[in-house]
């Protein structure tokens, strides 16, 4: 672990990239922060966070002392790489408000699902030096899977420096431009089909008796036996699931089935900007 950070310092010191800017600071700004301090390198990122709410800004402060804040936009634009981390809808606003300060040198990293690099670069006055990234949120602690993927204008050594930064969030995998919104409710959204499930689990174990760190162990250990299962055993799914006799919550896997094709197929629709029936 401590050769991959000493390989990526040498790497992050490119004159590329000195500064980071955030537009926005909610829950995505959250948690690449949280990657760089648990990596123990927010201090070479030289970051500034920008928002138009004076609590989201102090809240970030208190969290991560190293930050500039601002609630000027324009400020964070200036940086050599810019996270765009604002929902959908407020998107075309903050393109508006940014696309004449936006240096053509530089890199935005949008990352929200639904605007193209096509339909970004047109909101930006033809900026097109764009990356499209669907974060995940166990960037937070180094171990994210967040699919990228890079307008055309990149060269190689400047993907391979990005890519090199991403890797401090976790892994980055290259993925074609019209795959991200299906990522985005894989990747992006499924830590929550999962999340809810696991600390209820983790509190029924407690009650049994087991430990703290027992049920911590125990889940840590089923859940990632239980993919590997799936992935490895070269089994098929009615086989692997047909491995353990007793299914308490059997009864309910129709209706589950039933919740997950109708919710995701109806969220992946909405992001593709299909109309729903």
Same mark, same amino acid.
């Given at each position: 672990m401590?050769?991959?950070?000493?390989?990526?310092?040498?790497?992050?010191?490119?004159n590329?990239?000195?500064?980071?800017?955030?537009?926005?600071?909610?829950?995505?700004?959250r948690?690449?922060?949280g990657?760089?301090?648990n990596?123990g390198?927010i201090?070479?990122c030289?970051?500034?966070?920008?928002?138009?709410?004076p609590e989201?800004?102090e809240n970030?402060?208190k969290q991560y002392?190293?930050?500039?804040i601002t609630?000027?936009?324009?400020q964070?634009a200036?940086?050599?790489?810019v996270?765009?981390a604002?929902?959908?809808?407020?998107?075309?606003e903050?393109?508006?408000?940014?696309?004449?300060?936006?240096p053509?040198?530089?890199?935005?990293?949008?990352?929200a699902p639904?605007?193209t690099?096509?339909?970004l670069s047109?909101?930006?006055?033809?900026?097109?030096?764009?990356?499209?990234?669907i974060?995940?949120?166990p960037?937070i602690?180094?171990?994210?899977?967040?699919p990228v993927?890079?307008?055309?204008?990149?060269?190689?050594?400047?993907?391979k420096?990005?890519?090199?930064?991403?890797?401090?969030?976790?892994?980055?995998?290259?993925?074609?431009?019209?795959k991200?919104?299906?990522?985005?409710?894989?990747?992006?959204?499924?830590?929550t089909?999962?999340?809810?499930?696991? #600390?209820?689990l983790h509190?029924?174990?407690?009650?049994?008796?087991l430990?703290?760190?027992?049920?911590?162990?125990?889940?840590?250990k089923?859940?990632c036996?239980?993919?590997k299962?799936? #992935?490895?055993?070269?089994?098929?799914?009615?086989?692997?699931?047909d491995?353990?006799p007793?299914?308490?919550l059997?009864?309910q896997?129709?209706?589950?089935?039933n919740?997950?094709?109708?919710?995701l197929k109806?969220?992946f629709?909405?992001?593709k900007?299909?109309?729903?029936?």
């Amino acid at each position: 672990m401590e050769k991959k950070n000493v390989h990526i310092r040498e790497k992050s010191n490119h004159n590329l990239f000195n500064t980071i800017g955030f537009i926005g600071g909610g829950r995505i700004t959250r948690i690449i922060l949280g990657g760089f301090k648990n990596s123990g390198r927010i201090n070479e990122c030289n970051c500034t966070v920008s928002d138009k709410q004076p609590e989201v800004l102090e809240n970030l402060k208190k969290q991560y002392k190293e930050i500039t804040i601002t609630d000027d936009n324009k400020q964070s634009a200036l940086s050599d790489i810019v996270f765009l981390a604002v929902h959908p809808p407020a998107i075309e606003e903050v393109a508006n408000e940014v696309k004449y300060c936006l240096p053509q040198d530089k890199i935005l990293i949008s990352l929200a699902p639904r605007f193209t690099i096509a339909r970004l670069s047109g909101l930006l006055n033809g900026f097109n030096k764009i990356v499209r990234m669907i974060p995940n949120a166990p960037s937070i602690i180094n171990s994210g899977y967040n699919p990228v993927h890079f307008s055309s204008v990149f060269t190689q050594t400047e993907k391979k420096e990005l890519l090199e930064i991403f890797s401090i969030l976790g892994e980055s995998p290259e993925v074609e431009e019209e795959k991200l919104e299906a990522y985005a409710v894989l990747t992006a959204m499924g830590p929550t089909y999962f999340w809810f499930q696991l #600390y209820e689990l983790h509190c029924i174990a407690k009650s049994f008796g087991l430990s703290e760190k027992e049920s911590e162990e125990g889940i840590i250990k089923t859940v990632c036996g239980a993919v590997k299962t799936i #992935y490895k055993s070269g089994l098929s799914p009615s086989s692997v699931m047909d491995l353990i006799p007793v299914k308490p919550l059997g009864h309910q896997e129709e209706n589950i089935r039933n919740i997950y094709n109708d919710c995701l197929k109806t969220v992946f629709k909405k992001l593709k900007g299909e109309k729903q029936c």
